[in-house]
């Protein structure tokens, strides 16, 4: 298995993000941060990555996303403003757990590996992962074709955690970010890409003379992605369960959805979050 080296990790604050809702400054400022579980008060701040459509990405100087909209949409119902940190993706759960921020919201898989270091909210958000090659690479639908083959997995993701069970016998070549692992692909360097099907979309949309595909495809509904807090802030995890409940009873969740994953299927109204993960 070949180690890539681990890039040093410098924080990157990215985007503060204004428009609170009508009637949350002076009474989530009065509150003080101990009444949402933020560190500061009337401010949730927010770890995330900056590098993985469609969850969050920087575009003209600012990140977007699903994962960023849905963030300030809830951190309106809870009546914050969001401020927004940059990190590699591997980085984000220890990060939250030393209070660089207050909350992790990069589309992370909720297993009890992860359970071990931060408190999840409610799963938001649940899909399919891929496998991502070019013509010619012999991955095909069938798990077994996956033999031998070098694929690129994002460090610490629920794709890495899961390799041996997903893509049994595939030499795992760990990234610390999305780009160092298409571009991987791109110079042939591995054989496939390992990653969460929307993203692996947009590579392929990214890469046109490639013609790249995702032949190989498993459902992720055991992992759902949840909010990733500190262990034992108790407060802010219902909180942001509470104000998820909000963001689906009036169709916010459901837009931005279908905004950001268009090629996806629609859920339907008994397939809505907030979704449980599998033990």
């Not at 990234?175 to 360097?189: E, G, T, Y």
């Not at 890409?193 to 190989?216: H, T, V, W």
């Not at 909010?227 to 369960?241: A, F, H």
Request: proline share 6%; glycine share 10%.
């Amino acid at each position: 298995m070949r180690k890539v080296p681990t890039r040093r990790t410098a924080l990157l604050v990215i985007a503060l993000a204004a428009a609170s809702a009508a009637g949350c400054g002076s009474g989530a400022e009065a509150g003080g941060g101990q009444a949402t579980g933020v560190a500061r008060a009337g401010v949730l701040k927010v770890g995330t990555t900056n590098n993985v459509r469609p969850y969050a990405y920087a575009e003209n100087g600012k990140l977007t996303g699903f994962e960023i909209e849905l963030m300030d949409a809830a951190a309106q119902r809870i009546g914050l403003r969001t401020s927004y940190v940059a990190l590699d993706f591997s980085a984000l759960l220890p990060a939250v757990n030393n209070r660089q921020f207050d909350v992790v919201s990069a589309a992370v898989g909720i297993t009890p590996q992860r359970r071990k270091v931060v408190d999840f909210s409610d799963g938001y958000l649940a899909g399919y992962l891929g496998v991502l090659a070019a013509p010619g690479s012999g991955i095909t639908s069938d798990a077994a074709s996956v033999r031998g083959k070098r694929i690129a997995v994002l460090q610490g993701s629920i794709q890495d955690a899961n390799a041996g069970k997903f893509v049994p016998g595939a030499e795992i070549v760990r990234f610390p970010d999305s780009n160092s692992a298409d571009l991987a692909l791109k110079n042939r360097r591995v054989d496939g890409f390992f990653n969460d099907f929307e993203p692996n979309l947009a590579i392929a949309r990214k890469y046109p003379d490639l013609r790249l595909s995702q032949p190989f495809t498993v459902p992720s509904t055991d992992h759902p992605a949840g909010w990733g807090v500190r262990k034992g802030n108790s407060v802010l995890v219902g909180k942001l369960n509470g104000a998820l409940k909000q963001v689906v009873a009036d169709g916010t969740w459901l837009r931005l959805y279908k905004k950001y994953f268009p090629e996806s299927p629609v859920p339907g109204a008994d397939q809505l979050p907030p979704y449980t993960a599998k033990a």
